[in-house]
């Protein structure tokens, strides 16, 4: 039996005015994998994982995803995105709202306008909300505004939101980069066991490249838009790394 990719990108070019972010890019990435993009800045990462959960449409090419061309029709776009959670390089939480309102986002693909509303007075699911900020280690933040908290923290919010979303795939684009090495190896450690537990798969970009042997399957390196690599942990060697991370020579 053959299994249906989870995502596939069928020769993704993604251009920004002259600048090519992405170039012909064919990849499938299947249900349960937990796999890391990495590669130096510039190199497409965050364009990839934004290509993948719809928010960023191909210039040429298609991304399917669940079995949907996620550009042929937007309802469907909506459909498919609710099963994806993102965890953003930037965050993207509402700074004057308490943390739980935050973490509650993770609900509203699911929630009715009103009850959405009614949240912003009494919050909902407070439990649910608490489990997951306790899951990312920040249990007594549940009701602090979420501007009072240091970057790191804020970064944990945005990974509880996906928590409590609890999507079939989580998208997470450098979800450790503004915490301290012991907090990186709890997240990713968090992120790595959800897959184990859930079934839930992870496509996470990360500068660290230890973090990303140790906790990832399969490593794909990205260099000027292109596809350098793609294969299982083991198979990536040190001359690969460099490869990938050599400056090119100045004209
Ligand atoms: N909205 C945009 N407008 C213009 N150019 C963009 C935009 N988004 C990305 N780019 C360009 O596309 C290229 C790839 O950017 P991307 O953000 O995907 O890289 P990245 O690998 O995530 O880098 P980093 O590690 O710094 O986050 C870069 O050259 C970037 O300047
Ligand atoms: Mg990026």
Request: proline share 5%; glycine share 8%.
């Amino acid at each position: 039996m053959t299994i249906a990719p989870l995502f596939e990108l069928k020769h993704v070019s993604r251009r920004f005015g002259e600048c090519l972010a992405l170039s012909d890019v064919c990849l499938q990435l299947y249900p349960g994998e937990c796999v890391a993009l990495v590669g130096s800045s510039g190199a497409g990462k965050s364009t990839l994982l934004r290509l993948l959960n719809g928010t960023l449409s191909p210039t040429e090419g298609e991304v399917w995803a669940l079995g949907c061309n996620l550009n042929q029709s937007p309802r469907r776009l909506r459909q498919v995105q609710r099963q994806f959670g993102t965890i953003y390089q930037q965050f993207h939480l509402i700074d004057t709202l308490r943390v739980i309102h935050n973490v509650n986002a993770g609900h509203l693909g699911r929630w009715s306008l009103p009850k959405a509303l009614l949240s912003l007075l009494v919050p909902l699911e407070v439990e649910t909300a608490a489990k997951a900020l306790a899951q990312v280690g920040i249990p007594d933040k549940l009701y602090a505004r979420t501007d009072r908290l240091s970057g790191g923290e804020q970064q944990r919010v945005a990974i509880a939101r996906v928590l409590v979303q609890n999507p079939l795939a989580i998208l997470a684009d450098e979800p450790i980069a503004s915490l301290d090495p012991e907090r990186s190896r709890e997240v990713m450690a968090l992120l790595r066991s959800l897959g184990e537990q859930t079934g839930q798969t992870l496509i996470v970009s990360l500068h660290d490249v230890a973090m990303a042997r140790h906790y990832c399957q399969r490593l794909i390196g990205l260099r000027q838009g292109q596809i350098v690599f793609d294969a299982p942990t083991e198979a990536v060697t040190s001359e690969m790394f460099d490869a990938l991370y050599r400056l090119e020579p100045s004209l």
